[in-house]
């Protein structure tokens, strides 16, 4: 099913309103809610532990995409599958180790997704694709959401697509994705669409029709 899907970004979310956030996207028509995980180290922000994970769990009704920036990632990936991921993304470049690491995410019953840097060739993924139920192709540099979209990464979606062939495999793009962007990344080959900006952008818990409005200019 290549469908288009809308996953918001909570990153670009009230900080101090989690629950609402996620109730009001899902009610404006988010297809999966996306949460990313930051460690301070393997990218330069720090966000989510798996306990403010497991407190955003009961609000999800749709799909909670985890995507996991931090390094090393085998040693969380436990405990961000108790706290309730759907999806569970690490990083190619979080370790020597990924295709062990996506056996790992596999192992604890969760979707397995591997995610590449605008610098990472699309030729990690090859080996990695049988273990895989999505591949992330970032379209920014992790660590921050309203970064600009980085195009030279469209090229790495129509290759990756051409890779995964009639697999069942999702290609997900994550960062700078707008109405001006989402028809590039869809035409190459993107399935999944992550936007935090784009999305919370002009909106509040008090004004969630315009999350809907957002989600659907995309
Ligand atoms: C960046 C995150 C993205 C980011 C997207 O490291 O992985 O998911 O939140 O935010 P926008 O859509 O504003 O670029
Ligand atoms: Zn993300």
Known sequence: DRSIKIAPSILSADF???????RAIEAEGADWVHVDVMDGHFVPNLTFGPPAVKAFRPHVKTFM???????PVDAYIEAYAEAGADMITAHVEAGPHPHRTLQAIRATGKKAGIALNPGTPVEAAEPLLELCDMVLVMTVNPGFGGQKFIASQLRKIERLRQMIG????????????DPLTAPLVAKAGADV?????AVFKGGSVDRPEV???NIRAI
């Open 16 to 22: 101090a309103n989690f629950g609402a956030e996620i």
């Open 65 to 71: 995409d985890v995507h996991l920036m931090i390094a």
């Open 166 to 177: 009639d697999r069942e495999i999702h290609i997900q793009i994550d960062g700078g994705c």
């Open 193 to 197: 669409l992550v936007a935090g900006s």
């Open 211 to 213: 999350y809907g409005e």
